[in-house]
């Protein structure tokens, strides 16, 4: 009688493993691409929130900050964690505790920083008699109804700069 040795042969193993290999990878591929979305949706409802809040500033002080917040600060930052109505109007306390007082209006107590990798810090530069302002940031790719690429939110809403140039957004 002959004997019967039940398993697979060395050639159905590697196809095997060449076959989870190529679906693990692929899959990858589409959560990498998920996670840059979520980070640049997560870019836009910052900036959204910290214009809902440079509004109620403006509503109560008829001009918007004076302090300018560069890219190598950073909103959001360590530097520059709340928004209220001291000095130049971003303070950085992340205690909120130079927000009381005379001065006791808190209208963000806490600035998001930008979700890393990728994208730049968010840069805020008020125009000219404080009656406007800018804040660039990056798109990393394209998301909803935006392009990747730089852009500026100002009291208007937001647009593109330039054609994919992400200088404004970089200095």
């Given at each position: 009688?002959?004997?019967?040795?039940?398993?697979?042969?060395?050639?159905?193993?590697?196809?095997?493993?060449?076959?989870?290999?190529?679906?693990?990878?692929?899959?990858?591929?589409?959560?990498?691409?998920?996670?840059?979305?979520?980070?640049?949706?997560?870019?836009?409802?910052?900036?959204?929130?910290?214009?809902?809040?440079?509004?109620?500033?403006?509503?109560?002080?008829?001009?918007?900050?004076?302090?300018?917040?560069a890219?190598?600060?950073?909103?959001?930052?360590?530097?520059?964690?709340?928004?209220?109505?001291?000095?130049?109007?971003?303070?950085?306390?992340?205690?909120?505790?130079?927000?009381?007082?005379?001065?006791?209006?808190?209208?963000?107590?806490?600035?998001?920083?930008?979700?890393?990798?990728?994208?730049?810090?968010y840069?805020?530069?008020?125009?000219a008699?404080?009656?406007?302002?800018?804040?660039?940031?990056?798109?990393?790719?394209?998301?909803?109804?935006?392009e990747?690429?730089?852009?500026?939110?100002?009291?208007?809403?937001?647009t593109?700069?330039?054609?994919?140039?992400?200088?404004?957004?970089?200095?």
């Amino acid at each position: 009688m002959k004997a019967h040795t039940a398993g697979f042969t060395l050639v159905e193993l590697l196809v095997a493993v060449g076959i989870i290999g190529v679906l693990a990878s692929v899959s990858m591929v589409s959560v990498n691409s998920i996670r840059v979305k979520a980070r640049d949706s997560k870019r836009i409802s910052d900036i959204k929130q910290v214009q809902n809040a440079l509004e109620a500033y403006y509503s109560s002080n008829n001009l918007y900050p004076s302090a300018t917040v560069a890219v190598a600060t950073g909103l959001g930052s360590a530097n520059f964690d709340v928004l209220c109505n001291s000095g130049a109007g971003f303070v950085a306390d992340t205690t909120d505790a130079s927000c009381s007082g005379a001065n006791g209006v808190l209208y963000m107590a806490r600035i998001n920083e930008n979700p890393g990798p990728g994208g730049t810090k968010y840069k805020y530069t008020p125009a000219a008699g404080n009656t406007g302002y800018t804040i660039n940031f990056v798109l990393e790719t394209a998301t909803g109804s935006f392009e990747a690429g730089c852009y500026s939110a100002t009291p208007d809403g937001m647009t593109r700069t330039g054609a994919g140039d992400n200088a404004a957004c970089t200095t």
